[in-house]
């Protein structure tokens, strides 16, 4: 047959017609196979997917292809992360309504997806938005507020005023919005909704050692420093005139005796109480001046409030400063400054010649002198000048000191955790409605769950200043009380909408359920996701809060696994021409434009093949013309061959068959374990010249077996040009149906070996033997080489080593 040219747009229009009117990808119901659950993490519907979104769909695609061609029932949905700012500072920018916005956006995104021939079983498709998915929200919600797990208080939070809302801990970076880089992050006093997620703390973090199999290291180590524990105690200093006294965590009590001053938060109770006239003022000043610059750039600042609190180890007074870089959101916000045994409070006390007083010598050393000290000894070692503590280890003074503390009252053993209750209010518009009601009478009523959703009324207007836009809503604010009746308010504030990815997807396994958030016996089923593909940047937010859902589903009743995600796989970043893809530097390839010159296929392959997918991947058109000519090879390779070859068998047939085993095992062996699927393609490449040199030997049924296996191999990275190759061989589809070739290893062994002749270590030769050849015979060849017996001559041969397949070591002197 005359072969024909590639036109890529043909052909993938052709099949994605056919795939788009099909129940191919649906994940079965009732299956018999094995089930395999691949997930990428849900896109926010922005409007537009470009080629650096893509890498992480074409990855999953790959392995949901690959696993379906194993004989896995594969669960493979995608879904709308659909609620969130942009949408609404998009309906503030282009007078668009963000459900409007939001739906339009979805519709082509989706039609990208599908354009990109990605495996998805829509039918599972799961909006956040939609108040069919977002009611489970709220029921959750009040499942959580019946056990005590959410809760309301005025507290100190992170505010942006770029995004005029509150931010989770989780969502400040550096001290600037996680989402405007350079905002620094106010602290504000406002009642909100918290979740309890530090009741959790402790099971999330020991239970990070069940994932270490299945996560990248970088993300469980991000995440044990996220959760923060750390042990120490909390120790009383009562005040001078026996008012409350004053508490601070330390995790070094065997430095007590070196305190030489007490240092407060600005924000702490206390300093309210102590500073008064010029002092309150000055306080007033620091706490501006921190939120206006973010800890990243703070100088340490201290005031003194000339008043003095008692350690009640020594009895000594000590004075109380107040400190910028004392944070009432850690700790107690209030520490013991120990100069001597902690840096930073040593550059503080050297800044306002408060004491330096060691009390701490190395085991095998002296006790530094605090007038020569130019930094802080940090280390564990001996306690000294500390009372009847001096002379122990510091472990076991923690020990002794912390039980004498239970003992008198003034203080106990503790844990703390750097991780925060997650506050989840946002005075925002575009999110999930909380269902709770503020009556004058009853106080705060939840909305009974028969009258959920709560649902967002539609067409609010939004200006993106001061309150929460649902307060202008007259028709959503005003209710009856649920208990008494009499004229009541609902909260106006919405939900984070880490909410909405927090448990996205269990829904994908029951999608359709309005009874339930999902049958409990479905997510047994499915359950836990065998591999979950998404960016590293979601290692603290999304990937711990979805973890901590899923062990409060699990005490709720409603599933049975207690972590979500077996297998993690965090991909790496893609480029262009070496610098990173931004709209102000307009170097962003949308996937549209890259279907129109080089085909979807062309795309995937190349996002595959330009680099191992967890290091950056470099976007150049010039790869991508390779990625593309290489399809094309393929293409004209199977047309012009299709009914073709010798009648008889030939010695190419050896070669060929033996380089497509080899080709197989490699692939085969990336999808199982390396996931190194540039080694991939790479050996799709070289499988294609060996058979490209030998087309015109092979034999008629090597021809056919070889074209056939090479199209099934190339379903996983190529799905469109597989599929039109399958059927131009004349062979029923979908090439998925089919399954992934079993690799021979009597065809794949190579027969001849190289083997390596060294002299005294040092290479001197190689020489091609058959493989198998024995160790004698093997020696016998590599005395014989003309070179190896020049260097031996005269020397005398004291031994040989010899490794079959592989090398032969001649010791001489
Ligand atoms: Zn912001
Ligand atoms: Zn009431």
């Known amino acids: 047959m005359p072969e024909k040219p590639y036109d890529h747009q043909q052909i993938e229009l052709k099949w994605q017609e056919r ?34 979104h893509i890498r992480n769909y074409t990855i999953g695609d790959a392995l949901a292809r690959y696993k379906r061609m194993r004989g896995f029932n594969v669960l493979h949905p995608m879904g709308w992360d659909a609620f969130g700012l942009p949408a609404e500072n998009a309906a503030i920018a282009n007078k668009r309504d963000p459900y409007e916005w939001t739906m339009f956006n979805i519709e082509n995104m989706k039609r990208q997806h599908r354009r ?16 069919a998915y977002y009611r489970w929200n709220q029921w959750f919600f009040l499942k959580m507020l019946e056990r005590g797990l959410a809760y309301r ?21 550096d001290g600037c919005c996680w989402r405007h880089e350079g905002t620094p ?39 044990r420093n996220w959760i923060g524990r750390s042990e120490g105690a909390e120790i009383d200093f009562r005040l001078e005139d026996n008012s409350a006294p004053i508490r601070v965590f330390t995790t070094r009590v065997d430095t ?103 009390v701490i010598r190395p085991v095998d050393g002296d006790l530094a002198d ?108 005003n209710v009856k009380c649920p208990k008494c009746g009499e004229p009541a308010r609902r909260e106006s504030d919405t939900m984070d909408t880490f909410i909405d990815s927090s448990w996205y997807f269990y829904r994908y396994c029951d999608p359709h359920n309005s009874t339930a958030p999902f049958d409990s016996k479905k997510i047994a089923y499915w359950f836990p996701i065998d591999q979950y593909i998404g960016g590293v940047e979601h290692a603290i937010l999304h990937l711990i809060y979805s973890r901590f859902w899923t062990k409060v589903m699990r005490d709720l009743g409603l599933v049975s696994n207690s972590e979500p995600v ?92 033996r380089k497509l085993h080899q080709t197989l095992k490699l692939i085969t062996d990336d999808f199982e374990s390396r996931w190194h699927f540039n080694t991939s393609v790479a050996a799709l490449m070289g499988l294609m010249n060996v058979l490209t040199d030998l087309e015109r030997q092979l034999s008629g049924t090597v021809l056919a077996d070889v074209m056939e296996k090479l199209t099934l191999m190339l379903e996983p990275f190529a799905p469109y040009l597989a599929e039109e190759l399958w059927e131009e061989q004349g062979k029923p589809g979908p090439v998925f149906h089919h399954p992934w070739p079993a690799y021979d290893p009597e065809l794949a062994r ?49 031994k040989v080593i010899v490794v079959p397949d592989k090398l032969v070591n001649i010791v001489v002197k």
């Open 153 to 173: 208080k005025k507290s100190l939070v992170n505010w942006c005023s770029e995004c005029g809302t509150v931010l989770a801990n989780e969502q400040v970076v």
């Open 750 to 798: 190579d027969e001849e070996a190289e083997i390596v002749i060294q002299v005294n270590g040092k290479v001197r030769g190689r020489i091609n033997v058959a493989f198998g050849t024995a160790r004698e015979a093997l020696e016998k060849h590599a005395m014989a080489d003309t070179k190896i017996r020049s260097l031996l001559d005269g020397k005398q041969v004291v």
């Open 370 to 477: 605090a007038a020569t000290m130019k930094e802080a000894f940090p280390d564990d070692g001996v306690v000294e000048l500390s009372g009847p503590y001096s002379g122990l280890p510091s472990e076991e003074a923690r020990r002794v000191m912390t039980a004498k503390a239970e003992a008198d009252g003034f203080g106990k053993g503790a844990v703390t955790y750097r991780i925060k209750d997650w506050g989840i209010s946002r005075q925002r518009y575009w999110g999930t409605p909380i269902p709770v009601i503020y009556c004058p009478k009853c106080g705060i009523i939840p909305v009974p769950e028969k009258d959920l959703p709560v649902v967002l009324p539609l067409s609010v207007p939004i200006t993106g200043k001061g309150r929460s836009p649902l307060e202008n809503v007259p028709d959503f604010i």
């Open 19 to 52: 795939w788009n009117n099909s129940t191919l990808f649906q994940a079965e119901e009732n299956s018999t196979k094995p089930k395999f659950y691949v997930l990428e993490m849900l896109p926010y519907p922005s409007g537009v997917l470009h080629i650096g």
């Open 185 to 223: 992050v106010e602290q504000r006093a406002i009642e909100q909704w918290f979740l309890r997620i530090t009741e959790y703390a402790e099971e999330l973090l020991t239970a990070i050692k069940d994932l270490e199999d299945g996560w990248p290291e970088r993300v469980l180590i991000m995440q």
């Open 256 to 358: 007590i005796y070196g305190a030489t001053c007490i240092i407060l938060a600005p924000e702490h109770p206390l300093v309210a109480e102590l500073a008064s006239g010029e002092l309150k003022a000055q306080v007033k000043r620091m706490i501006d001046s921190r939120a206006a610059k973010g800890p990243g750039d703070l100088e340490k600042e201290g005031l003194a409030t000339h008043k003095h609190a008692i350690n009640p180890y020594s009895g000594e007074h000590i004075p109380i400063w107040i400190g910028n870089f004392v944070l009432m959101g850690y700790g107690t916000g209030a520490i013991m400054a120990v100069p001597a045994h902690d840096q930073r409070d040593f550059e503080f006390c050297d800044q306002y010649h408060i004491a330096i007083r060691p």
């Open 116 to 131: 990109m021939g990605f495996s998805y079983d829509w039918t599972r498709e799961v909006t956040t938005c939609d108040p």
């Open 566 to 657: 077996a297998h993690m796989f965090t991909q790496g970043m893609v480029i262009k021409d070496g610098a990173k893809m931004s709209k102000s530097k307009g170097n962003v390839v949308s996937a549209d434009e890259m279907i129109e010159r080089f085909g979807a296929d062309t795309g995937r392959l190349f996002e595959l093949f330009a680099a191992p997918p967890e290091k950056e991947m470099d976007w150049t058109d010039a790869g991508a013309n390779g990625s593309h000519a290489f399809l094309g090879r393929v293409y004209r390779f199977v047309t012009r061959n299709v009914g073709q070859g010798q009648a008889e068998p030939s010695e190419a047939d050896r070669k060929a068959l």
